[in-house]
T-cell receptor
């Protein structure tokens, strides 16, 4: 098990284009989280899944954002019609839901730059 | 709602000196408390956590933190820092009753260890 994997590591896109990020969590982890981190700030919660069910979405997740976890394994985060304000690091994390004491395991993130 | 304040955006310190990174939180509910470290171009790694019990918690890499309920603080300390401790440190809280286990992060403190 190599931890939480995120691809791509970096993405540069033009304003108005759609982008999709992928997250592969630790295999036995049933919970998967997406966070967004802008420069000089801490991560902000976007959404989370328990298995394949998306159980909560932050108000930060506008209708241009959609996340899926189709078989309870990997997850994708899509941003449609990107805006410059979407430029950020997108972090994925996974955990075993029954015990929060272990915290999350974070991936290295996908850095999005919208030009 | 909860919020986390990290009072210092950057803390410069000489190698082998002690350091304290400050964290205060505001919450109307009981919370769990965490410290994470983020090295450049990497995800966040859990340093330590307070869930219950002894208010002095020890974590990895020689770090410790003390939960002070009356002052709503959870300051991070290390008696002697190394160059390799240079990183961004984030304090986070989680509502004990929130089944999502989502984290609310502070804006981070950059620890800069100088030789």
């Amino acid at each position: 098990d190599t931890g939480v994997s995120q691809n791509p590591r970096h993405k540069i896109t033009k304003r108005g284009q759609n982008v999709t990020f992928r997250c592969d969590p630790i295999s036995e982890h049933n919970r998967l989280y997406w966070y967004r981190q802008t420069l000089g700030q801490g991560p902000e919660f976007l959404t989370y899944f328990q298995n394949e069910a998306q159980l909560e979405k932050s108000r930060l997740l506008s209708d241009r954002f959609s996340a899926e976890r189709p078989k309870g394994s990997f997850s994708t985060l899509e941003i449609q019609r990107t805006e410059q304000g979407d430029s950020a690091m997108y972090l994925c994390a996974s955990s075993l839901g029954r015990y929060r004491g272990n915290g999350y395991t974070f991936g290295s993130g996908t850095r999005l730059t919208v030009v | 709602a909860q919020s986390v304040t990290q009072l210092d955006s950057q803390v410069p310190v000489f190698e082998e000196a002690p350091v304290e990174l400050r964290c205060n939180y505001s919450s109307s509910v009981s919370v769990y408390l965490f410290w994470y470290v983020q090295y450049p171009n990497q995800g966040l790694q859990l340093l330590l956590k307070y869930l219950s019990g002894s208010t002095l918690v020890k974590g990895i890499n020689g770090f410790e933190a003390e939960f002070n309920k009356s002052q709503t603080s959870f300051h991070l300390r290390k008696p002697s820092v190394h160059i390799s401790d240079t990183a961004e440190y984030f304090c986070a809280v989680s509502d004990t009753k929130d089944s999502s286990y989502k984290l609310i992060f502070g804006s981070g403190t950059r620890l800069l260890v100088r030789p």
